[in-house]
């Protein structure tokens, strides 16, 4: 072969190798939650809209893993499928390096007004039937509480909880609003919810919780560090409010306004 022929496919592999690293670079995997309204596949949701906005204005793409909201966490800390994890609760240790808090949810109390009295605290949840998500009695801080509802249940799948509220099984789902609503909003606009429902429900949203900061971690230092930086730029622009704004605002009439000040 002719040698300046064999330099120049040498060459060419070179760039084709170095061009196919940096694509490879340029795409982080993010294990994120499933949790409607907020993360969800592709990218939608007020959480993964945040990431993945934030991080293609440091020149990122991002592929979502979506798992359930907790399963995200120890498949993270088990294997090594993921760059980083998201919506992860500040307090929680993992191998890796964390950001900021980037992002707050609001939980609560969603009842039907037609069925019970007002929520305005948790001392109102006494002798009620309650639905949560996993672990919900201890992330909300309710042990002290427990002992005085009527009933307690604690199920990761959300839909079941807002099919039991539907339904009249329980009095009150204690989770984050934002969640709760779209779920409610999808049921409650298929074709056949109506037949199971004898009127429409009066929902109603109790922000009887203090907000809770969520952080992400991040295998690599320096990407935690280049995230606090482009979110920092990314929320000066106006770019994160009007993300909180697109999602929390269209449920607004469910949310009473009540959803971190939204």
């Not at 893993?65 to 498949?75: C, S």
């Not at 500040?90 to 069925?115: E, F, K, P």
């Not at 949203?205 to 280049?226: G, Q, S």
Request: include cysteine; proline fraction near 5%.
């Amino acid at each position: 072969m002719n040698p300046s022929k064999t330099s120049l496919a040498v060459l060419c592999g070179f760039f084709l190798l170095a061009f196919s690293s940096l694509s490879l670079a340029g795409v982080l995997r993010i294990l994120a939650p499933d949790l409607p309204g907020t993360s969800e596949p592709g990218g939608n949701g007020r959480d993964a809209e945040t990431v993945k906005r934030v991080l293609q204005r440091c020149g990122y793409e991002v592929k979502f893993l979506i798992q359930p909201f907790g399963r995200h966490i120890f498949t993270y800390r088990d294997s090594n499928k993921a760059d980083a994890v998201m919506t992860v609760p500040l307090g929680t240790q993992l191998s890796g390096h964390s950001t900021a808090a980037y992002i707050w949810y609001q939980n609560g109390a969603v009842y039907d007004a037609n069925r019970i009295p007002p929520i305005n605290s948790v001392v109102d949840l006494k002798g009620l039937d309650v639905v949560t998500f996993k672990s919900g009695i201890e992330l909300l801080e309710l042990e002290d509480f427990e002992a005085s509802f009527g009933s307690v249940l604690e199920l990761a799948n959300q839909r079941i909880h807002s099919h039991l509220l539907l339904l009249g099984r329980v009095d009150a789902i204690l989770a984050d609003g934002l969640i709760v609503a779209e779920i409610n909003r999808r049921i409650l606009t298929s074709a056949t919810a109506m037949l199971d429902l004898d009127k429409l429900p009066d929902l109603k949203f109790a922000p009887i919780f203090t907000p809770t900061p969520y952080k992400l971690v991040f295998r690599e230092p320096e990407m935690a560090k280049t995230f606090d930086r482009c979110f920092d730029r990314a929320y000066a622009e106006g770019v994160v409010t009007r993300i909180d704004e697109k999602y929390i605002g269209r449920l607004q009439r469910s949310l009473g306004f009540r959803y971190l000040g939204f």
